[in-house]
């Protein structure tokens, strides 16, 4: 029987749950519909754009920049704060409407998941029947919308997905490639950052069709024997990870992202390192566990990994204990 994945994402995440809190606050204002950011605190001067607007987005702000530089672009932005145990209630909510269609549902980050849907059609009709009913769902009983990629892999799944937005359902099968994938630039590939980008478009292969039409070797060379494969093989669409429903027990856990632009600033570093500290911790907090190593590895301007380790043998603070090495 062949494969069937949807990935489900949540539109502007962040920013969605922030306007939903409010409505449900009394606020008589969508910050959907207006120039908003979800940010720090302004009146520290550390602040920055963790998420924005459609509306905000039209005037050049970008997640990552300070609210002071926003707010140069903007000066009637909207900022609210982040509240991340309202995030992941949402999130929960999510995830337990998408358990009711299938039960290999994986949880891949706060705002997003990808589903197994192989075999559910006697029950839910066709994968593009069934997604609009997720969709449609999502958006009556929790408020905010999503959009889902259907694909006969996971790679496909989550490029699809990333078309247009918001409140949309895409497919990006085999046959659909040449025409909805191929085009895009390299830089819309998955787990292909702004460094690899550089190498590449500097050796004339700019869109994920050129990098499909070269050959495996020309790819590694550039890239590297490991990462230049399992690239070089997302450009033909190739992937065969499965859903993870029920993941192996873990010695340990970790989250990791890539970023479109470089991080260059501590006050851009926090709130990512919120961010993903929250996604360990609800995992952590789901199994039952506790820690007591705690490491954060990123890679530099030059492209080297580097990394740093702290052992924690009392009640002291973890971020306090990791930024004073």
Not at 230 to 241: F, K, T
Not at 290 to 308: I, P
Request: charged content about 25%; glycine content about 6%; some cysteine.
């Amino acid at each position: 029987m062949p494969k069937i994945y949807f990935h489900v994402d949540v539109n502007s995440a962040f920013l969605s749950w922030s306007a939903l809190k409010a409505l449900q606050g009394g606020s008589t204002v969508d910050l959907r519909t207006i120039p908003a950011v979800v940010g720090g605190d302004e009146a520290k001067r550390h602040g920055v754009v963790l998420a924005k607007s459609t509306p905000a987005k039209k005037f050049g702000i970008q997640t990552g920049e300070s609210l002071f530089a926003a707010r140069v672009k903007c000066p009637g932005l909207t900022v609210v704060p982040p509240d991340f145990d309202f995030y992941v209630k949402n999130s929960k909510a999510l995830i337990q409407i998408l358990n009711d269609y299938t039960p290999d549902v994986e949880q891949y980050s706060i705002d997003e998941a990808f589903l197994d849907m192989t075999g559910t059609e006697a029950l839910f009709g066709p994968p593009l029947t069934a997604a609009h009913t997720i969709r449609r769902r999502v958006r009556r009983e929790l408020g905010f919308t999503v959009n889902v990629g259907i694909a006969p892999n996971r790679l496909l799944a989550k490029m699809a997905s990333d078309f247009e937005k918001p409140d949309k359902v895409h497919t990006l099968f085999p046959e659909e490639i040449p025409t909805k994938m191929w085009p895009l630039s390299v830089r819309d590939l998955l787990f292909l950052g702004k460094a690899f980008e550089k190498k590449l478009t500097e050796a004339g292969i700019r869109t994920i069709g050129d990098m499909a039409h070269v050959s495996e070797s020309e790819i590694q060379a550039l890239l590297g024997n490991k990462a230049g494969h399992q690239l070089h093989q997302y450009a033909l669409g190739i992937d065969e990870s499965p859903v993870k429903a029920k993941p192996e027990e873990a010695k340990g856990f970790s989250v990791e992202t890539t970023f479109n632009d470089d991080i260059v600033s501590v006050e851009q570093v926090l709130p990512i390192l919120l961010e993903q500290c929250d996604v360990v911790t609800t995992r952590m907090r789901r199994k039952g566990k506790k820690c007591t190593s705690v490491s954060v590895t990123f890679r530099t301007l030059d492209f080297k990994n580097k990394s740093h380790q702290t052992t924690l043998s009392n009640a002291t603070d973890m971020t306090d204990e990791i930024f004073r090495n």
